[in-house]
């Protein structure tokens, strides 16, 4: 098995495991990322264009958030690059039945799986959602205007990640 099936296979024994056992706080993400390298364009991690981002994700406890996710690129050339990563969270203010608001701080890792001719890569990432409305309670949960700050380490580079809207439908 190729070692870029590893987080799709992952993706889907996690849904499986968590759906058979009744897991609370378990929801499938969906976004779309855009991302703007602070490095020269032959030398940047990410390919430009616009990407998506689909996921899992699991809320263990009140406010930690696991996620396995990939994030294809959609435009201009269709998944010519696809990252694949995991993110460990913490929703600042603790999920309640009684609160709709919350602000979210996530790192994880990012691989690449390039279809393009570039290397594989790996990007740290460090995000913040000042605004998460929902939550497991309400079955869904919006995260408004997130932004990210991702490095990578073999080209020393930074790339700025923003995302204008992500949705998780919570079983």
């Not at 378990?26 to 990410?46: L, R, Y």
Request: glycine fraction near 8%; include cysteine; charge should be negative.
């Amino acid at each position: 098995m190729k070692t870029d099936m590893i987080l799709p296979c992952c993706l889907v024994l996690l849904c499986l495991s968590a759906a058979g056992a009744g897991a609370d706080g378990f929801g499938f993400t969906f976004s779309t990322d855009t991302f703007i390298p602070f490095c020269q364009a032959d030398t940047s991690p990410v390919l430009p264009g616009l990407h998506t981002r689909t996921g899992v994700s699991w809320l263990p406890g009140d406010h930690l958030e696991i996620e396995i996710f990939h994030i294809p690129q959609l435009t201009p050339r269709f998944y010519s690059q696809i990252f694949y990563g995991f993110s460990v969270g913490w929703w600042l203010f603790q999920r309640k039945t009684t609160s709709c608001f919350n602000v979210t701080i996530d790192a994880g890792v990012l691989f690449s799986s390039d279809l393009s001719g570039f290397s594989h890569t790996k990007l740290l990432c460090l995000q913040l959602s000042p605004i998460v409305l929902g939550g497991p309670h309400y079955s869904f949960s919006d995260r408004l205007l997130t932004v990210g700050i991702l490095f990578d380490p073999d080209r020393q580079c930074l790339v700025f990640e923003m995302q204008f809207l992500s949705i998780t439908l919570f079983l």
